[in-house]
DNA sequence: ACCGGATTCTATAGATCAATAGATAGATCG
DNA sequence: CGATCTATCTATTGATCTATAGAATCCGGT
């Protein structure tokens, strides 16, 4: 028992010694399932049964990978921002010009629901339910996200890109607001593809709706 | 015991002998806590108990005003989505440009967040956990209010004052994401008035945030 | 002041849930 | 073969939650 060392999964550093590659592929069999009933049901909807049933396997055999039901939302809600500062920062650093960056910006965000919905729907619906150290944790990198966006959206008002009688923060809540809203109905009923989604919504936040030759 | 009437909350019809007002009051303090609790802690997150610290009373106390927490849901989801319908169909009824309708049905759709929010934001976030039958009910009503948005914006489409290069559902999807989202930051940290916004995400909506003179 | 219904209370049943403890089967390796 | 590690199991605890039953209190009308 000394040297046994659980493979628990753990939200601060990675273990001492890496694991053995089936170690690491199960754990994230258990996180996905995790994050599909948690992205199905809801946080509090979903109990640890309802995982293990995913799995297969029993209820108490969930605490072998992580310490409590709230470790593992947040190891989710992780894995669920992952990539989007990053995915974002890259879009702004790059040399196009402005409405060319929330095109980019609205195709980063939706990239993931493809491969990886049930982690951001979970990220995106039930980090409010994380305690208090992980929702921080999270949110952090959340706002870094939004302040990119937000950012890209300033510099386009200032170099007259874009229009300054739009608000950049009502501009930015208004874009996450409609990529967030894919994630719920994506797959249920509607059957639209993401590039396609990607590229209309980008359209309506860039020149409206509205026809101009009318 | 014979005649006694108990005001139980009902979703189907209303009692045969029209309750006091003092009863009906009641019972609106009793949903209002409700919702408050269901739309800050979600559902399944809140417990009967949370309900009735909020009102002070004991937690038994309120299967006098209501048979099971679900029916609650439902009763507070109902009167959620109550008049959204209605309100969309007066806009879409008037003689006005199908631009000028967009920023009526934003408007009525955030509306209800200025003396509604809970019932609102319940209705839109907890309505997934309904039991089948009140969630079919919530549905189509939900459903009805949808085609209401969609069919103005097909007409404007039709009618030339919109783009044609826009597809109505997509831009409905995109309508109710934008403003369901208000829901979720109104008065949580951001300190925008429900007027400003309807105006700032009406423009966005028709005319983008590119400058046409750039 | 009393009666009867309206409202809230106490007490508890019964179910479910997260989490712990310890046992056990299977794999790996000397 | 035997020892150790890995992964899962059985069994259970204690907490929490919804809902019911029936007693107690409140209040308006007469």
Redesign the pocket.
């Known amino acids: 028992?000394?040297?046994?060392?659980?493979?628990e999964l753990q939200a601060k550093g990675a273990s001492p010694r890496a694991?053995?590659p089936?170690?690491r592929r199960?754990q994230s069999e258990?996180l996905d399932a995790a994050a599909k009933v948690f992205a199905e049901r809801g946080y509090?909807g979903?109990?640890?049964?309802?995982?293990?049933d995913v799995?297969?396997?029993?209820?108490?055999?969930?605490?072998?990978?992580?310490?409590?039901?709230?470790?593992?939302l947040e190891l989710v809600c992780l894995k669920g921002v992952e990539g989007f500062f990053e995915a974002a920062a890259d879009v702004a650093a790059k040399e196009i010009s402005a409405a060319e960056k929330v095109h980019g910006l609205v195709e980063a965000h939706l990239a993931p629901l493809m491969d990886r919905a049930d982690y951001v729907k979970t990220f995106l619906n039930e980090r409010q339910y994380l305690p208090p150290a992980s929702r921080k944790k999270v949110g952090k990198l959340s706002r870094a996200y939004e302040k990119v966006i937000e950012k890209v959206i300033a510099e386009g008002i200032a170099s007259g890109e874009l229009r300054k009688d739009i608000d950049p923060r009502l501009m930015t809540l208004a874009l996450l607001g409609m990529c967030k809203s894919v994630s719920a109905w994506m797959g249920k009923g509607e059957s639209y593809q993401v590039p396609v989604v990607a590229e209309q919504y980008a359209r309506i936040l860039l020149v409206g709706i509205g026809n101009p030759r009318h």
Chains 1, 2 share one sequence.
């Open positions: 028992m000394r040297s046994q060392r659980k493979p694991a053995a089936n170690q199960r258990i509090y979903a109990s640890t049964q309802d995982i293990a799995l297969g396997i029993r209820q108490a055999s969930l605490y072998y990978y992580f310490s409590s039901k709230e470790i593992a």
